[in-house]
């Protein structure tokens, strides 16, 4: 076992001083005990814990590191960015380089905006899609992620009815139960939001299928409603123009943060050029939205995904670690299920129940200095190179042999 008496020592403060001394999906107490709270310091694919230990990082600070902790590309950008200002009385010229960029890349976007989390996107994009359309229900696939305030949070608590008065939920990849919700929906459809690829909590991933993208694709067009589509977690990570763009699908909206700006806090609305109008007349502001560090950073970081491309760097590592896994297991006789895009790995066990065998494997895993998720799904970046991939699969030997004593 790791001694872990700074962290022990952080968290106890912690606990005088912040509500139940941590909140919301970093909280440690979703993860197995010996799991570290508190971190000193990240490079490239490692990171250290406040008592020192190393670890291999799979979890890419829940996936904004793309390129890695403290890319020098992109903290080069930073810093020169950060010389001649940051929080300004409005933005940097960098602003409409990146916009310009973005739009570019993007062969859905016709512009783009700012904000800072990823919840500012998704929310910003609902929004946009009642005021173009002037009507009020929203699609959502049940158990998806698109945030946590209280028109989308997982969670009850504080959420009001009302807050939710305009949802209609469907299933991702069912056909049926998304015409029913079209149907539902009748004629006060705003939009329809889909996660990239669904990867819902300590379930199988699953792309989506083909003719669900199209489906959704029609439904809006026969509509008159806005795609919605949520990059926040697969953004870059997929494809560098757009995560349905293997599907021939495009969004009329989508929502990016996590990887655009490798771990610089910045998220940001790309779309079709028929909102552009209904975009100018919104709202929508922050007094950070504008930072130019951040945005320097993500500028840096798109040169880098499409340069180096990185997508296809992440599933060629995603492959062998997928590929060591389903070995590994066999070899200790473990019913393993890995599912998704290689990019983004999900390992969960068949009959795991209260995750014993997940956390057992992940502990044994941590021990040896790898840190992998057991129940969400896990990040790669580009700083991960072959042999971390060994690494982990040789770390990976104790986790299944931890298993199997279960
Ligand atoms: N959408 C998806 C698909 C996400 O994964 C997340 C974050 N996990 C969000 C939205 C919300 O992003 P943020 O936490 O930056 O607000």
Not at 273 to 287: D, I, M, N, P, Q
Not at 317 to 339: C, E, F, M, P, V
């Amino acid at each position: 076992h790791l001694i872990n008496s700074e962290d022990t020592a952080l968290r106890q403060r912690a606990l005088r001083v912040v509500p139940s001394g941590m909140w919301g999906h970093l909280h440690a107490a979703k993860l197995p005990e010996g799991y570290p709270q508190f971190f000193a310091r990240g490079e490239g694919a490692h990171l250290w814990d406040v008592d020192g230990h190393r670890y291999l990082d799979f979890m890419c600070s829940w996936g904004p590191n793309l390129l890695g902790h403290q890319n020098q590309e992109v903290e080069e950008a930073a810093e020169r960015q950060r010389r001649m200002g940051d929080c300004l009385n409005g933005p940097a010229p960098v602003m409409v380089e990146l916009a310009e960029r973005l739009v570019e890349t993007l062969p859905a976007a016709a512009w783009a905006m700012f904000q800072k989390n990823g919840t500012d996107a998704t929310t910003t994009c609902a929004t946009l899609a009642r005021a173009a359309t002037g009507r009020r229900k929203l699609l959502v696939a049940r158990g998806a992620y698109h945030g946590a305030v209280p028109w989308c949070s997982p969670s009850l608590v504080g959420v009001t009815s009302e807050d939710r008065a305009h949802l209609v939920h469907y299933r991702f990849n069912d056909l049926d139960s998304l015409a029913q919700a079209v149907a539902e929906a009748g004629d006060d459809l705003a939009g329809i939001i889909a996660s990239a690829f669904r990867h819902d909590l300590a379930q199988d991933q699953e792309l989506p299928s083909p003719a669900f993208a199209r489906a959704v694709r029609d439904a809006c067009d026969a509509k008159g409603a806005a795609l919605i589509l949520d990059e926040v977690r697969a953004g870059f990570r997929l494809h560098a123009g757009g995560s349905w763009e293997t599907l021939g699908v495009r969004p009329d909206l989508s929502a990016w943060s996590k990887a655009i700006g490798n771990g610089y806090p910045i998220s940001a609305v790309t779309g079709a050029e028929w909102l552009r109008e209904a975009a100018s007349r919104l709202f929508v502001t922050g007094s950070f939205w504008c930072g130019a560090v951040p945005m320097a950073a993500a500028l840096a970081t798109l040169g880098v995904v499409l340069r180096d491309d990185v997508p296809g760097q992440l599933a060629r590592l995603g492959q062998r670690l997928r590929d060591g896994l389903a070995a590994g297991a066999q070899r200790h006789g473990i019913a393993l299920r890995q599912s998704g895009p290689p990019q983004m790995p999900l390992v969960l066990f068949d009959d795991d129940i209260g995750s014993r065998k997940g956390d057992a494997f992940c502990v044994a895993m941590l021990a040896h200095g790898v840190y992998f998720h057991p129940r969400h799904n896990m990040f790669l970046s580009a700083a991960h190179t072959e042999a971390d991939i060994d690494t982990a699969l040789a770390a990976a030997e104790h986790g299944f042999a931890a298993v199997a004593s279960l």
